[in-house]
């Protein structure tokens, strides 16, 4: 049986290890039907929680996910706090190589759609030379008309993949496949944020010791402190403020994180 999820604003984090996610994205990969509608797999760090506090179409989409990650320290955090012990840190970017490894192994593709021109294109050469085999079936960058979307979306359901990830920022990536959920035919979609920047060489990765750590936040916005200053320096207060606030209505009602 699966662990049963922590609930964040009514958000079921799935509390697994990265080894456990990696099964359910394949698992709903193998099952799929035509028939069927796409498994929709999401990414949450804090600033994902901080965005479903303002954004209630946001937060939905994630209520209605059919797996939601966690992802960064946050996230452990908040388990902590709330009396949950996060397993893993199953984060979009420490997934990929294994996601590319899996697809290499099962005959499985990925396509990538998002992020700046020729980030995607760089990211599916990087995973064909980590994998050793060809294994993304196209690539797009997110910049693209409302009147484009149709022929985007018949780009990728030509291209037959088996997984969508899609870089287009947080909540704009996790809506857009909610919109267009009907209309795309591949048996898994996932958000995954600034993934195609770090494979692509656009920003390079914190050090390892800094991941391990819990801190590669401080990385981020060393790299980019004109864009980042605002969700790490006044975001990581305001979650934490969200947090204790879940923390006093659980301890008011009396009840448990289950």
Same mark, same amino acid.
């Given at each position: 049986?699966?662990?049963?999820?922590?609930?964040?604003?009514?958000?079921?984090?799935?509390?697994?290890?990265?080894?456990?996610?990696?099964?359910?994205?394949?698992?709903?990969?193998?099952?799929?039907?035509?028939?069927?509608?796409?498994?929709?797999m999401?990414?949450?760090?804090?600033?994902?929680?901080?965005?479903?506090?303002?954004?209630?179409? %946001?937060?939905?989409?994630?209520i209605?996910?059919?797996?939601?990650?966690?992802?960064?320290?946050?996230?452990?955090?908040?388990?902590?706090?709330?009396?949950?012990?996060?397993?893993?840190?199953?984060?979009?970017?420490?997934?990929?190589?294994?996601?590319?490894?899996?697809?290499?192994?099962?005959?499985?593709?990925?396509?990538?759609?998002?992020?700046?021109?020729?980030?995607?294109?760089?990211t599916?050469?990087?995973?064909?030379?980590?994998?050793?085999?060809?294994?993304?079936?196209?690539?797009?960058?997110? %910049?693209?008309?409302p009147?484009?979307?149709?022929?985007?979306?018949?780009?990728?359901?030509?291209s037959?993949p088996?997984?969508?990830?899609?870089?287009?920022?947080?909540?704009?990536?996790?809506?857009?496949?909610?919109?267009?959920?009907?209309?795309?035919?591949?048996?898994?979609?996932?958000?995954?944020?600034?993934?195609?920047?770090? %494979?692509?060489?656009?920003?390079?990765?914190a050090?390892?010791?800094?991941?391990?750590?819990?801190?590669?936040?401080?990385?981020?916005?060393?790299?980019?402190?004109?864009?980042?200053?605002?969700?790490?320096?006044?975001?990581?207060?305001?979650?934490?403020?969200?947090?204790?606030?879940?923390?006093?209505?659980?301890?008011?009602?009396?009840?448990?994180?289950?």
């Amino acid at each position: 049986m699966a662990p049963s999820p922590f609930m964040l604003m009514d958000i079921p984090i799935d509390n697994i290890t990265m080894d456990e996610a990696l099964q359910r994205i394949f698992d709903a990969a193998v099952s799929y039907t035509p028939q069927t509608p796409s498994s929709h797999m999401h990414f949450v760090n804090a600033h994902c929680i901080n965005t479903a506090a303002v954004n209630e179409e %946001y937060r939905q989409v994630l209520i209605r996910a059919d797996a939601v990650f966690p992802d960064g320290s946050g996230i452990r955090k908040a388990g902590t706090m709330l009396g949950v012990p996060v397993k893993d840190n199953v984060n979009g970017t420490d997934m990929f190589p294994l996601l590319c490894r899996r697809c290499a192994e099962q005959g499985m593709r990925m396509y990538l759609l998002g992020a700046k021109p020729g980030a995607a294109e760089k990211t599916g050469r990087w995973a064909a030379e980590h994998a050793g085999k060809e294994v993304i079936a196209g690539t797009r960058d997110g %910049y693209f008309s409302p009147e484009e979307e149709q022929a985007v979306i018949d780009a990728v359901n030509a291209s037959r993949p088996d997984i969508l990830l899609t870089a287009m920022g947080v909540p704009r990536q996790e809506l857009w496949l909610h919109m267009h959920r009907d209309a795309l035919k591949v048996p898994v979609c996932m958000g995954v944020g600034g993934l195609f920047d770090f %494979y692509s060489g656009t920003i390079p990765r914190a050090p390892l010791w800094m991941r391990r750590g819990g801190i590669e936040w401080v990385w981020r916005l060393m790299m980019e402190p004109g864009r980042m200053w605002r969700r790490y320096i006044i975001g990581n207060a305001v979650f934490l403020m969200h947090i204790k606030k879940i923390q006093r209505n659980m301890r008011k009602e009396g009840r448990k994180q289950p």
